[in-house]
């Protein structure tokens, strides 16, 4: 409630009864003002509109200071996304005492996720596939051995930079897969 922060504005619906849903000539049916029937429902509701940078944060621990043989480093960030959801982020090593000791993108704020496209309804059509190598030379990575936590922080767009309404879905998906590529002494 506090992120969408209204209700729904509107119900749409169509309900068909029957009273002899087996078509049996032997039943005759009648209503009287006690007459009654039961409705189960279930609702999809879908997630329909647009964010602009929508923040979004989360802490992992981590442990590579025995990585000692290892000398420089390069990750591979793969996103496959099924949302009309772009993502935009930075990963920061921290280390025990709360210190942020550097970041994974030297630039800043880096497009990790691309939106999948969207029909003229808002509907996403497809899948969109993101791929970052993200090189850590020699003197980078030895820092990077003190740390204790990554801290993920995400901007959440819908497609083109939030100006598209879109619809998400249950059954769409984000799959991020992350490598390592290394250099030992």
């Known amino acids: 409630a506090q992120i969408l922060g209204a209700g729904p504005l509107a119900l749409d619906y169509d309900v068909d009864a029957f009273t002899n849903p087996e078509s049996d000539p032997d039943i005759r049916g009648f209503i009287t003002d006690s007459s ?27 442990d590579i200071e025995d990585f ?82 990554l801290i993920l922080l995400a901007d959440f767009s819908t497609y083109n930079e939030g100006e598209v309404s879109a619809k998400v879905l249950a059954d769409q998906a984000i799959s991020i897969r992350m490598g390592l590529k290394v250099q030992t002494k």
């Open 36 to 62: 009654y029937y039961k409705v189960r429902i279930e609702v999809e509701l879908p997630l329909y509109g647009k964010s602009i940078n929508f923040a979004a944060t989360d802490t992992f621990d981590i």
């Open 68 to 149: 000692d043989a290892i000398t420089e480093a390069e990750f591979k960030l793969i996103a496959e996304n099924e949302l009309p959801m772009e993502i935009d982020g930075q990963i920061y090593f921290q280390d025990e005492s709360g210190v942020v000791i550097d970041s994974l993108f030297v630039d800043g704020a880096t497009r990790l996720v691309e939106a999948a496209p969207v029909d003229g309804e808002g509907n996403a059509s497809g899948i969109a596939s993101k791929v970052n190598y993200i090189p850590v030379p020699p003197e980078r990575f030895e820092s990077l051995k003190k740390a204790s936590q």
